[in-house]
């Protein structure tokens, strides 16, 4: 079982929706987790981390964390076309001590116009 | 304000040659990744480094070397390259605190033909 995992997608939203990403991970023990924005051919950007259970808000970002269904979403409200890009969520690795993280394949999300 | 920088940006080498991909940080990190992402897929990691002159592998380090003499410098080496090296290459840097998000340098596009 990989540590984390993300609905593979592509998942496509009108503009203005609501875009719903989520990731689930297998390790109890974890404590943050980070949303990276990846747009084709550049590097990771990030965008949003929580390491408490409940809502971190930020802009029209909400990131989500419950620690006893071990799920973590990214909200993205009013979508823009700019928001199309693929999405990575990052946990602690399993047994790291430097700061390591495990990431999930990564869910394409398209924002139509 | 350079963050993480890596170079070359693209480069297509001969099966069986060898080249080092250079990555420093200008930010005082002391931890230090390189990783893989292939088409589609998620980050691999292939190296990390928790300060000068320590490093340890990753999840997939088999045909690649590195070394840390400074806090800035952590360059990856292929000694002898092989097509399935082929990927988008990902030096990151964070700091030792806790819930620390993973800087990432713009990548390198290696072709092994």
């Known amino acids: 079982q990989k540590e984390v995992e993300q609905n593979s997608g592509p998942l496509s939203v009108p503009e203005g929706a609501i875009a719903s990403l989520n990731c689930t991970y297998s390790d109890r023990g974890s404590q943050s987790f980070f949303w990276y924005r990846q747009y084709s051919g550049k590097s990771p950007e990030l965008i949003m981390f929580i390491y408490s259970n409940g809502d971190k808000e930020d802009g029209r970002f909400t990131a989500q964390l419950n620690k006893a269904s071990q799920y973590v979403s990214l909200l993205i409200r009013d979508s823009q076309p700019s928001d199309s890009a693929t999405y990575l969520c990052?946990?602690?690795?399993?047994?790291?001590?430097?700061?390591?993280?495990?990431f999930g394949s990564g869910t394409q999300l398209t924002v139509l116009p | 304000n350079a963050g993480v920088t890596q170079t070359p940006k693209f480069r297509i080498l001969k099966i069986g040659q060898s080249m080092t991909l250079q990555c420093t940080q200008d930010m005082n990190h002391n931890y230090m990744y390189w990783y893989r992402q292939d088409p589609g897929m998620g980050l691999k990691l292939i190296y990390y480094?928790?300060?000068?002159?320590?490093?340890d592998k990753g999840e997939v380090p088999n045909g690649y070397n590195v070394s840390r003499s400074t806090t800035e410098d952590f360059p990856l080496r292929l000694e002898l390259a092989a097509p399935s090296q082929t990927s988008v290459y990902f030096c990151?840097?964070?700091?030792?605190?806790?819930?620390?998000?993973?800087?990432f340098g713009d990548g390198t596009r290696l072709s092994i033909l």
């Open positions: 990052a946990g602690p690795l399993r047994g790291g001590s430097a700061r390591q993280l495990t």
């Open positions: 480094s928790v300060g000068a002159g320590i490093t």
């Open positions: 990151a840097s964070t700091r030792q605190a806790v819930n620390q998000p993973q800087h």
